[in-house]
């Protein structure tokens, strides 16, 4: 007979000497109160039951215990504190045992390393990823960790946020043996009679720490704090991690307890903290869409991609590494031919890195097929084109597709800018042509843009999003407009850049600013990436539609019409000399701004980083509420993940919706009034962002409507 404690999350049932404490909170087991509660609880009734001689932890469902509730963090906090209950768990006269089956991460590991002996199944994964939001291990993780495994791999385990399989975890000493099986209470009992047959004694990891070499410890945690400082510039967190394992080094293990509880709570008060749980939580809810609850996708199974470009060819890789069928159909002979060269290319690399066996890519090779003529999709699930960026291209593909295709085959387009609905309007059946908009390099970058046209059938939505799942991407449903809604918002903040720089800033400078506030790039260094012409076809394409009362900088196209495109050309914002992938500041793309602002009579004023980031910014939310207001986003939330998955907006910030809240929009809705005393055109504000801030509300308020 189980026994129910707090809310039925926690249950115990007694079989023989073992006390099987279950835990049972979908979907991940997450130590929330009642978790907390509910293990108290079980611990209490196996000291209090003279025939419990060990109690076993497992967790019911895939996972063990996925870690705190982090939903519950920046809310006042209830007891138990997990830090207390892990305590109470190492402190338990009773033998305490956890097998682990699955996720056993942050909070759950730290549950798992306060047990005296950890059972691994094979599908186990250990980690601490607290420092993937803005955290550290605050329930003993930087104390016990170290004792057990050392503080080179220890702190590596919590600096990188990593899962361990249960072959490593077994090779480091974190778990303590490894069943084969799947079941994991058979597996976890078998282990605690094991154990009791053994006499195996409580054993706590506390008094662990015999390779705790003082020296050796502070020498390896000497160069990760150089190495870290160096690798995350500007990151709260794994400083402090590192400053808590370095207690685990010099204090007694309490101390170092009352030390790492309270650079935890100075990681919780901390906004990097709330920009990353925010991205975190952001990322799963873009998934979450009317279709989605609507509609059931349609079968996807084989799919084609018309076109093996750049982007042809990344998706086709893509595709294939999500276990599709996927059929390349090129112009010709030559260009299937190298269509096939770009995908081949990726899988050699790999090969070359030692992450893939010959036999591998040949048996992915095996699911491609390579094709000049239509004829051959005419079964296919789902066709991708990414041919040239040109309607009139697009719209003769679209004609075909409709010629070919079965009925109910998903028609997706890759374009960039173009608009669907008129690529639609080509078609018989503009119900199923969606926008499937990819990120460069498409099999790395996770961003997709799920475009959705007028006329669209929710379940070619829904597939979609399917589609986004089976290759791990996230996706954000965004509406038809030129640039959707990515591309749209950066169009207006380049234009920002632009300003900045014929005013008075560098395009080195203004790169520097971005750099600090947390980009992994600045804005004319992805320019000179991604290649000048791109965005210049784009301007000239526009141009018949600029409205007049616009401000058009004209530097970027000097630079273009000198060949300069980036990194190609090898030169563009920076020269990049014998092919560097790194540029260097170019004295003529100065003296080319500088003539830029004479013959528009500009005269340069200086500008600080704090100025170049208000004006980047304000431009960039401003767009945003836009987007948010026309409904091509549907909340505040999918521009931040948009901005976080593919233009590498610096996610300890959250993203640029999250970014405003936390400035203050009555700040920015300021910025962007004293800004549109110069340009009332372009710094126009957003309604939404004037409503906002009268209604005293923020972005935040828009993500939770249902
Ligand atoms: N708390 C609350 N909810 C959580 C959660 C957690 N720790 N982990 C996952 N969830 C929720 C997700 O939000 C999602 O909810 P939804 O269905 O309403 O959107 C649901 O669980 C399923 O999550 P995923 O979609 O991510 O499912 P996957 O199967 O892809 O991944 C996972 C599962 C690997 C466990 C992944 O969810 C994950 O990495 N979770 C976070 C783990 C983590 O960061 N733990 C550390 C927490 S901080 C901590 O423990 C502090 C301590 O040191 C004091
Ligand atoms: P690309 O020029 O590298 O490739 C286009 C390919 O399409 C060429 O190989 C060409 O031979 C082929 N093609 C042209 N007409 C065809 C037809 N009628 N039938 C079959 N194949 C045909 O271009 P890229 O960069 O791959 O772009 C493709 C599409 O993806 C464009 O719409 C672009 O806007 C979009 N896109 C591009 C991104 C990028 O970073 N390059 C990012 C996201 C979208």
Redesign the pocket.
């Known amino acids: 007979m189980g026994t129910a404690i707090p809310a039925c999350v926690v249950t115990t049932a007694r079989e023989g000497g073992v006390l099987v404490v279950t835990i049972d909170n979908p979907?991940?087991n997450?130590?929330?109160v009642a978790v907390r509660q509910g293990l108290w609880a079980a611990l209490e009734q196996a000291e209090q039951d003279a025939a419990v001689q060990a109690v076993l932890l497992l967790g019911a469902g895939?996972?063990f215990i996925?870690?705190?509730?982090?939903?519950e963090?920046g809310q006042p906090p209830q007891p138990p504190l997990?830090?207390d209950l892990c305590n109470r768990i190492e402190a338990s006269p009773k033998l305490v045992i956890a097998a682990l089956h699955g996720?056993t991460?942050?909070?759950?590991l730290?549950v798992a390393l306060a047990a005296h002996y950890r059972l691994g199944l094979s599908a186990a994964?250990l980690?601490?990823?607290?420092v993937?939001?803005g955290?550290?291990?605050?329930?003993g993780?930087t104390q016990r960790t170290p004792r057990l495994i050392g503080v080179q791999a220890a702190a590596e385990l919590m600096l990188s946020?990593r899962?361990m399989g249960a072959q490593e975890a077994l090779a480091v000493g974190l778990i303590d043996d490894l069943d084969g099986g799947h079941d994991v209470r058979a597996a976890g009992l078998a282990y605690a009679q094991t154990l009791l047959a053994q006499k195996a004694p409580v054993r706590r990891t506390r008094d662990a720490g015999a390779l705790i070499n003082k020296a050796a410890s502070q020498a390896a945690l000497n160069v990760l704090k150089a190495h870290t400082a160096k690798k995350t510039p500007g990151l709260f967190s794994p400083l402090k991690i590192l400053e808590a394992i370095q207690g685990a080094i010099d204090l007694p293990f309490d101390e170092g307890l009352k030390q790492e509880r309270a650079l935890?709570l100075q990681c919780l008060d901390s906004p990097q903290r709330a920009g990353l749980i925010h991205a975190?939580?952001a990322e799963?809810?873009t998934a979450?869409i009317p279709e989605a609850k609507a509609a059931t996708p349609r079968p996807l199974a084989h799919i084609a991609i018309i076109g093996g470009g750049t982007m042809g060819a990344g998706i086709t890789v893509a595709a294939l590494d999500a276990g599709l069928q996927v059929t390349m159909i090129e112009r010709d002979a030559p260009s299937i031919a190298r269509g096939q060269a770009h995908v081949e290319k990726v899988y050699d690399g790999l090969i070359a890195k030692g992450r893939l066996s010959a036999e591998a890519k040949a048996a992915v090779m095996a699911r491609y097929t390579p094709s000049t003529s239509y004829d051959d999709i005419g079964q296919v699930d789902l066709v991708i084109e990414a041919v040239f960026e040109d309607l009139d291209v697009k719209k003769t593909v679209f004609q075909e597709l409709d010629r070919v295709c079965k009925p109910g085959a998903v028609l997706a387009t890759n374009t960039s800018y173009l608009d669907i609905d008129a690529i639609a309007a080509v078609t018989s059946r503009p119900q199923d042509v969606v926008g499937l908009h990819f990120f460069s390099p498409a099999n790395i970058m996770k961003l997709l843009e799920i475009v959705v046209p007028a006329k669209v059938a929710a379940d070619v939505v829904a597939t979609a999003f399917a589609l986004a799942k089976k290759m791990k991407k996230t996706p954000v449903r965004a509406g038809v407009c030129d640039g959707f809604i990515g591309n749209r918002i950066m169009a207006v903040y380049r234009q920002a850049a632009d300003y900045l720089m014929e005013d008075g800033a560098s395009p080195y400078q203004i790169d520097e600013a971005l750099r600090a506030f947390g980009y992994p790039m600045g804005l004319f260094q992805v320019v000179d990436l991604a290649g000048g012409d791109i965005g210049w076809a784009a301007r000239k394409r526009r141009a018949p539609t600029r409205d007049p009362r616009a401000r058009y900088v004209e530097i970027s196209d000097r630079l273009c019409e000198r060949g300069w495109f980036g990194q190609k050309t090898g030169r563009g914002f920076y020269l990049y000399p014998q092919g560097a992938r790194t540029g260097v500041p170019d004295p003529e793309v100065l003296a080319i701004v500088d003539a830029e602002r004479t013959r528009k009579g500009i005269t340069p004023r200086p500008f600080t980083a704090d100025e170049i980031i208000r004006r980047y910014m304000a431009a960039m939310v401003n767009e945003g509420a836009k987007v948010v207001q026309e409904g091509i986003a549907l909340r505040p939330l999918d521009v931040d993940v948009t901005f976080l998955s593919g233009y590498g907006f610096p996610r300890f910030r959250g993203g640029p919706m999250k970014y405003a809240d936390m400035v203050g929009l009555d700040k920015v809705l300021a910025d962007l009034r004293e800004f549109a005393q110069e340009d009332a055109w372009f710094w126009q504000p957003a309604a939404l962002l004037e409503t906002l801030v009268a209604q005293g509300a923020n972005f935040d308020s828009l993500n939770h409507r249902e």
């Open positions: 979907p991940v997450a130590l929330g895939t996972s996925a870690g705190a509730d982090i939903r963090f997990l830090p996720p991460l942050g909070g759950g730290e994964k980690g601490l990823p607290e993937n939001l955290l550290l291990p605050g329930a993780g946020g899962h935890f975190f939580f799963r809810e979450k």
